[in-house]
């Protein structure tokens, strides 16, 4: 199935062409296996093709390359390479945890997700005009997540011309919890070791082991680690304290302010499109 995003394709070689070179025809493979066609893309992978429920790679240009660890596992693969030279590389999976993707990536554009990482619906990525968005190891998505680094359709200033709403990268590091329909648009980064609370919608950039929440994400507090344990589906079924829970050490740091400011995280959602506010709010008449 296509990425169920509003997104959209590559513009007509009049306006802002993916290619310079005749396209290719819209090729989709529904297996993962070793792949090569004559435009140049690429699948990349020595695991067993049993290890993916549901696969489908849309490839609809050229030098697209999709790099799977043999010991990845996931129950749906969507990637939509829309235009040429994207890349999406795909970590181990060895714990087999739960993982749907739906990837959307464009021209020049990258899409990186490490080991050990799980979701509990689908979650949806769009990487675009040359942006890269990086998940780290052991990140826990919840359900309705996404990852956008771009607005899908280019928004401009009526006086100048000029685009107002510019592609960007997001990061999320490692062992990050995304709550439920939380999303991170272009520009967004989350440190290692934090969590992103219910329907909270990050922009800037949040600390390491902290707790943000709200739109855009502010953060409400500091100097906490999480672990995976259902509080219902692993014993013990009461976790008063650290003492019931094997702990990721590696993981446990108190917070680190220094490279974030409250200004950044202002200043970036004044910029994004999807209902929030580009600048100042118009007057009333008088």
């Not at 996404?146 to 401009?156: A, K």
Request: charged content about 25%.
């Amino acid at each position: 199935m296509p990425l169920i995003l509003d997104l959209a394709l590559c513009a007509t070689p009049a306006e802002a062409p993916c290619t310079d070179r005749i396209p290719a025809m819209p090729t989709t493979v529904r297996s993962l296996e070793p792949y090569q066609d004559d435009d140049g893309n690429v699948i990349e992978y020595a695991g067993a093709h049993t290890a993916h429920t549901r696969v489908d790679v849309l490839f609809r240009g050229g030098n697209n390359r999709l790099i799977v660890h043999p010991e990845a596992t996931t129950k749906r693969l969507s990637i939509r390479f829309d235009c040429d030279n994207g890349v999406v590389e795909l970590g181990a999976n060895p714990r087999r945890r739960n993982l749907e993707l739906s990837l959307r990536v464009g021209q020049d554009s990258t899409i990186r997700i490490g080991d050990d990482v799980s979701t509990t619906t689908v979650l949806l990525a769009s990487a675009v005009e040359g942006t890269t968005i990086t998940i780290g190891n052991d990140v826990m998505f919840a359900s309705g997540n996404q990852l956008r680094g771009d607005d899908g359709h280019p928004i401009f200033d009526v006086r100048t011309g000029a685009r107002v709403n510019h592609s960007k990268d997001i990061t999320i590091g490692d062992h990050v919890w995304m709550g439920r329909e939380a999303c991170a648009l272009g520009g967004a980064s989350v440190a290692s070791g934090s969590v992103i609370g219910y329907r909270s919608l990050v922009t800037g950039r949040i600390p390491n082991n902290a707790i943000a929440v709200g739109t855009p994400a502010r953060v409400v507090r500091r100097d906490i680690a999480w672990e995976r344990p259902h509080l219902s589906l692993a014993k013990p079924y009461y976790k008063p304290d650290a003492s019931t829970v094997t702990r990721s050490e590696e993981y446990w740091s108190l917070t680190d302010d220094s490279a974030v400011t409250g200004r950044s995280a202002a200043a970036s959602s004044r910029r994004r499109f999807l209902g929030l506010s580009f600048g100042r709010r118009a007057r009333r008449p008088r």
